[in-house]
């Protein structure tokens, strides 16, 4: 649930803030039964940053470290024509 210290941001600022669309946010809405996802005056949805954030590591997991591609080491001075 939301803390006192939470804020609520539309689907346009998540997407922004999380670097996801805004189609997989409403997806998301859609598909996952527990996203949180709340619900206020005109049938508008606002969202809580740090319960996102939470229920995306333990939906989907960390995210994965960033490997890089093996550095071709530069040819020895001897090996140059």
């Given at each position: 649930?939301?803390?006192?210290?939470?804020?609520?941001?539309?689907?346009?600022?998540?997407?922004?803030?999380?670097?996801?669309?805004?189609?997989?946010?409403?997806?998301?809405?859609?598909?996952?039964?527990?996203?949180?996802?709340?619900?206020?005056?005109?049938?508008?949805?606002?969202?809580?940053?740090?319960?996102?954030?939470?229920?995306?590591?333990?939906?989907?997991?960390?995210?994965?470290a960033?490997?890089?591609?093996?550095?071709?080491?530069?040819?020895?001075?001897?090996?140059?024509?």
């Amino acid at each position: 649930m939301a803390t006192e210290k939470s804020f609520f941001v539309t689907a346009a600022q998540l997407s922004q803030a999380l670097g996801f669309s805004k189609t997989t946010i409403h997806r998301w809405q859609r598909t996952y039964p527990d996203f949180p996802v709340y619900r206020i005056a005109g049938n508008h949805f606002r969202y809580n940053l740090p319960e996102v954030i939470d229920w995306i590591r333990k939906t989907f997991g960390p995210k994965p470290a960033r490997q890089q591609a093996p550095v071709a080491e530069p040819p020895a001075a001897n090996d140059r024509l």
